[in-house]
């Protein structure tokens, strides 16, 4: 993976302490902005009086996580940055279609682990 690459801002993630990020279901909900993942994270849960901290995260970090066994859900802005990176780096995937989300259909989020890490 070239240097440009792995350092490229993907989006963001939010997490409460090191070991507890916001989640759908086993995967670590990565937005394109931080105002998204905001809303993301009061649509996810109960985050009430919990204060989370946002952080940007990178296409190496990601990967690094996904050859851990972590797994990744990605909004629309974070798939389209990160899946021209991960098809440089041999991974199979392609354009996902967006065009059901909105006002009332819920947040569409893109699932992507490594195959045999989970």
Do not use: W
Not at 33 to 45: I, M
Not at 67 to 86: K, T
Not at 92 to 107: I, N, Q, W, Y
Request: hydrophobic content about 40%; some cysteine; proline content about 4%.
């Amino acid at each position: 993976m070239s240097a440009a690459d792995d350092a490229k801002v993907i989006g963001y993630f939010a997490f409460t302490s090191p070991t507890e990020v916001v989640c759908d279901g086993d995967a670590c909900v990565i937005a394109g902005s931080e105002a998204d993942l905001r809303a993301y994270v009061l649509e996810l849960g109960p985050a009430g009086e919990i204060n989370h901290t946002l952080k940007k995260t990178r296409f190496g970090e990601i990967m690094r996580g996904m050859s851990l066994g972590a797994s990744y859900a990605f909004d629309e802005v974070a798939y389209n940055r990160f899946y021209p990176l991960a098809r440089r780096e041999g991974l199979d995937l392609g354009p996902e279609d967006f065009s059901a989300t909105g006002p009332g259909k819920g947040v569409h989020l893109v699932r992507v682990q490594l195959k045999g890490r989970g």
